[in-house]
């Protein structure tokens, strides 16, 4: 079974980018989408987006122009940047696996990192 | 607001049945798309207790099960047990703009 660990400063200025790092064990890093996903202190869930080995990136619509997702093969690992944030983007963000799917409906989150909390403050 | 509406709280005693209900739209579970559902206990990250509407991972008990019919999905859960307290949240496609996965409110489901 897959395993990741999510790292990364866990507070970050207003404006300034936010940067975090999943990295993988257990499994070949070529298997799977890799997705990040945030949750707001005592909130819900948000899908933000995901890279496959091949480079290909899907991101949410509401984020796409922040966000940037990449993928190092080399050390078992993939980041996310989100850039200009607010304290909106204050959230445990997760790190999650996917199987590759046949269809995009059956995209689900089998493996996910326990998780980092990011603060903005400045 | 989240495109998938999830009840706040349901409640019941140990051993009793409650169901969990996610409700869409015509771009989402209203659009045949499958539903997923995930546990959260208090302090953890998410984990994978339904996907594609009716499976069971390996290790989930089959005192979960899902269901949909048009636009919502439902998360049964028999035999109450005191370990079931979490929140659950289901997830599906949406075919708005370019497609995104999207997330219900979450449900806290409280074990008297």
Known sequence: QVQLQESGPGLVKPSETLSLTCFVSGDSINNYYWNWIRQPPGKGLEWIGYIYYSGTTNYNPSLKSRVSISLDTSKNQFSLRLSSVTASDAAIYYCAASQVPDYYDRLHFHSWGPGTLATVSS | ?112
């Open chain 2, 1 to 112: 607001q989240s495109m998938l509406t999830q009840p706040p709280s349901v409640s019941g005693a140990p051993g009793q049945r409650v169901t969990i209900s996610c409700t869409g739209s015509s771009s989402n579970i209203g659009a045949g798309y499958n539903v997923h559902w995930y546990q959260q206990l208090p302090g953890t990250a998410p984990k994978l207790l339904i996907y594609n509407t009716n499976n069971r991972p390996s290790g989930v008990p089959g005192r979960f099960s899902g269901s949909k019919s048009g636009s919502s999905a439902s998360l049964a859960v028999s035999g109450l047990q005191p370990e079931d307290e979490a929140d659950y949240f289901c997830q599906a496609y949406d075919s708005t703009l370019s497609g995104s996965w999207v997330f219900g409110g979450g449900t806290k489901l409280t074990v008297l």
